[in-house]
């Protein structure tokens, strides 16, 4: 033990000793704390955590080994980051800190490092480790610290970030950061790792769970040793649990399928392996547990081929599809139903057609003959109601026959000759009673240029006119209708004319106008049927077969015009009567009295059309001034075309206070126009025999041109003023006078009215009560025969078996026979001439119609045996 010395025994000489060494030491320190640090990392050390991050590669080893990091190097954090270059910025995967430091424990923190310098990212990308001073990371992050940055890459591809932070200076030496980079590479292998686990892990699960959801049926078979995986769907699809059965081609074969289906599908797949197809679908059926049928829908791919092509592997889904197969089958049972109940509906309407319209022939045949005889004014008044009553019932079975058609979308249009002045003038009578009743004007407008004859289908352009003029009263609110006709393209074979339905009402709003025209254009479909009501929607598919549209124009509180054009052929008969005459009334003046600016418009134009000086005038009191002062000037009015229904002075009064005019020189024709029946206006009307002629509207120009020759007779006055036409018909006449026919028909009202029509034209005729009969009177040779009229619809052998008995004898090989029936159902017009015959006319037969086909065969065959 060493006795310690007491200050007075230390000499001067011990303290100076004592001083020189506390400054030595004192030296010593300042040298220490004023060079930095050098961190490194002890022996050993990074290979036992490379072998430990080996054994246990988790997430839990690389916390462990960053806090090992950590307090070895004596720093404050140690993070592992996921590098994201195309975003320059990184995603943090696990840290460690010695003590809680608030400005890095979110995970975004060094983002701002990051993008502080553009360049950095190129320089991390290189593998460049970046170390930043407290000053920087106070500028960026408000807090102070020593980073560094070092980059892990593989393949020289930078991935991941090891992050260091620590309070003081740090010396790194490079050995050091080599097994930094090390260890952080190690780490960050480890993390990707457990990242893709986890990501399969949630794929396979995400799958699996489909799987169970779906009510499809997963399946993988391995063809080389013959195992099946069976998902859970697959087997509770077919009433299994999960490995209740061996998984194999066996339990496929012989429990799954269906025994009559199970040799099909197994060679069908043999044979999709052996020609090595890469897909296949297939439709079968299998056995549900409780030996129910189930019809599947299944889809394979064959996969992992081996050196020669053939598959090792097929995976595929089986979907159930058992509810679908029986509604097809549902389905196919009901068109089938429907098919016959369709083909029974058709059957019907043929009998029906032909039942109706028998006594309808018979009807209006006989009120033609009946025209014929004489008879008084309230005769003739009556006859006339009666044909229109007659023909408005022919247009209606017409139209219930089409509305079948139009169900099955079968109706093929006529193609025949027809009178447009006929069309207009039968559809005025057709809308008297709703224009009465709503004290509307229809106006109808015809173009000039707007042939008179055509070939067409006119029942179904009628049809079409009055559905749009019927829309127009109901729905417009408007006190006028205006029927419009005009030309607007015409060559040598077709000319299309477009008319239009303009009312003044209410209109259509956009909405309703774009609506309506989506409609129209989806027509075809039921939804757009029922949306737009079956009318609109029929004018629309007969619109379109007669190659036209339908366009709507419309403004609120300005109306609606809808128009529609249609493609007609030329008559052979001609455009109109009129072109033969162009100057033929040039010399007559007339004056238009119509208190409807529009109507005496119109009727103005159709005067001027065929040559006529007309002046118009709006009242009936203004008409009388009117001809009392041209008779004054020496210019007297030749004719007055007076509209019936006017205010205060209607057109029989007004008629009435011309010709009872003691002052006139010159008496004026005056020819009476309405819209109502000549009965309806003359009956019991003394006027009523004041009036020279009467027009029903529209008024066309060939009616006008008629009406005035009627009106003005040989021994009138004005007919030295007028040019006389000549008329076609006298030499059709001369063809048929003496005309040799034979008249097939089984009903004998009908025999009686074809008689009575064909000797007006002094035909002679012949009656056979049905096919057999005709063919037997032919054959006899007994009377040569220059036409026949053959009923299609006869007992013992209807008129298809007569005309090709007919045609195989040579004798009648050339003999004109004309199909005459009652059905006009679809496809009787191609089949009669299939048959042989060379043309087709329905009942009730016109007689017009019937004179006109007699006279054009007869051309006809003149002008071949000519040839």
Not at 74 to 97: I, M
Not at 405 to 425: A, C, M, R, W, Y
Not at 626 to 650: F, S
Request: negative net charge; hydrophobic residues 40%.
């Amino acid at each position: 033990m060493t006795k310690k010395k007491s200050p007075q025994d230390t000499t001067p000489e011990d303290l100076a000793a004592r001083v020189d060494q506390l400054e030595r030491e004192l030296q010593l320190l300042r040298g220490q704390l004023c060079s930095q640090p050098r961190h490194t990392l002890p022996d050993g050390w990074l290979l036992n955590q490379l072998n430990q991050l080996h054994l246990e590669h988790n997430s839990a080893s690389i916390d462990f080994c960053l806090a090992q990091l950590g307090e070895t190097l004596g720093l404050l954090d140690v993070s592992l980051w996921e590098w994201q270059p195309s975003h320059k910025s990184a995603l943090r995967a696990s840290h460690w800190q010695a003590k809680s430091l608030p400005a890095f424990n979110s995970t975004e923190w060094i983002q701002p490092l990051l993008q502080a310098d553009d360049e950095l990212a190129y320089r991390i990308g290189n593998g460049r480790t970046q170390i930043f001073s407290p000053a920087e990371t106070r500028e960026l992050l408000g807090s102070s610290c020593h980073i560094c940055l070092i980059p892990l890459q593989r393949h020289h591809l930078t991935e991941g970030l090891l992050v260091l932070l620590n309070d003081s200076p740090v010396d790194w030496p490079p050995e050091t950061l080599a097994s930094l980079r090390t260890l952080g590479t190690a780490l960050y292998s480890v993390y990707e790792r457990e990242t893709r686990l986890k990501r399969l892990v949630d794929r396979d699960l995400r799958f699996q769970y489909a799987i169970e959801a779906s009510r499809d049926g997963l399946w993988d078979w391995n063809i080389i040793t013959g195992e099946i995986f069976f998902s859970r769907s697959y087997l509770r699809m077919l009433g299994y649990k999960h490995d209740s059965l061996p998984t194999n081609i066996h339990t496929l074969r012989h429990h799954f399928l269906h025994p009559e289906d199970a040799e099909r599908v197994m060679t069908q797949y043999q044979a999709a392996i052996d020609n090595h197809r890469p897909y296949m679908n297939l439709e079968f059926r299998m056995l549900h547990r409780d030996g129910s049928e189930l019809w599947i829908y299944s889809r394979a791919k064959f996969v992992e081929p081996d050196a020669e092509g053939r598959p090792r592997r097929c995976v595929g889904v089986n979907a159930n599809i058992t509810d679908f197969v029986r509604a097809q089958e549902e389905l196919l049972a009901a068109k089938t139903q429907a098919d016959i109940a369709n083909r029974t509906k058709g059957e019907f309407l043929a009998r029906m057609s032909h039942e109706i319209r028998t006594p309808m022939n018979a009807i209006i045949g006989l009120g033609h003959l009946l025209q014929g005889t004489e008879l008084n004014e309230q005769q003739k008044s009556y006859l006339g109601s009666m044909t229109t009553a007659a023909e408005s019932l022919l247009h209606i079975i017409n139209q219930v026959l089409d509305f079948s058609k139009i169900e099955t979308g079968k109706i093929i249009l006529e193609n025949s000759h027809f009178d447009l002045d006929q069309v207009f003038e039968k559809l005025s009578r057709l809308f008297e009673i709703s224009a009465l009743h709503k004290a509307i004007d229809i106006v109808y407008d015809i173009g000039s240029d707007v042939p008179r004859f055509l070939r067409g289908d006119a029942s179904r352009l009628s049809q079409i006119i009055s559905h749009l003029i019927t829309n127009a009263l109901q729905y417009s609110d408007s006190q006028q209708v205006v029927v419009g006709v005009k030309n607007v393209k015409h060559n040598s074979q077709y000319i299309t004319l477009e008319f239009t339905i303009t009312d003044f009402g209410v209109g259509l709003e956009p909405e309703q106008l774009e609506q309506l025209q989506q409609v129209l254009n989806r027509s075809n479909n039921a939804e757009a049927m029922e949306r737009s009501g079956y009318g609109l929607s029929i004018c629309n598919h007969l619109v379109a077969m007669m190659n036209g549209r339908i366009h709507i124009n419309s403004q609120p509180g300005q109306g609606c015009k809808i128009s529609f054009t249609a493609r007609f052929e030329h008559s052979h008969l001609g455009a109109r009567s009129l072109q033969e005459q162009p100057h033929a009334l040039n010399n007559l003046r007339a004056l238009i009295v119509d208190d409807n600016a529009i109507a005496r418009n119109i009727i103005a134009s159709t005067a001027h059309a065929i040559r006529l000086r007309a002046d118009t005038t709006d009242s009936a009191a203004n008409a009388l001034l009117k001809v009392r002062e041209a008779d004054a000037q020496g210019k007297p009015y030749h004719l007055v075309l007076m509209d019936y229904k006017m205010p205060h002075i209607d057109g029989l009064q007004a008629t009435a206070m011309i010709k009872q005019d003691p002052d006139l020189q010159q008496m004026p024709l005056v020819l009476l126009i309405s819209s109502y029946h000549k009965d309806e206006i003359f009956k019991g009307d003394y006027k009523a025999s004041l009036a020279d002629g009467f027009l029903n509207k529209p008024v066309s120009e060939s009616r006008l041109f008629d009406s005035i020759y009627q009106a003005i007779g040989a021994d009138h006055p004005f007919y030295s003023l007028i040019h006389h036409p000549h008329s076609d018909s006298h030499e059709d006449d001369g063809l048929l006078q003496g005309l040799q026919v034979l008249v097939a028909e089984d009903n004998l009202v009908n025999q009686q009215v074809m008689q009575g029509i064909l000797r007006k034209k002094g035909v002679v005729t012949t009656i056979a009560n049905n096919g057999r009969e005709a063919v037997e009177i032919l054959q006899r040779g007994d009377k040569r025969f220059d036409l026949v009229l053959m009923d299609l619809e006869m007992p013992e052998m209807d008129g298809y078996q007569a005309t090709q008995t007919l045609r195989t004898d040579a004798r009648f090989a050339q003999l004109p026979i004309v199909a005459v029936t009652a059905q006009a159902i679809r496809g009787d017009r191609e089949h009669c001439l299939a048959a042989g015959m060379d043309a087709y006319l329905t009942k009730p037969i016109m007689p017009d119609l019937l004179y006109r086909t007699l006279a054009q065969l007869l051309r006809a065959q003149l002008a071949e045996d000519k040839t």
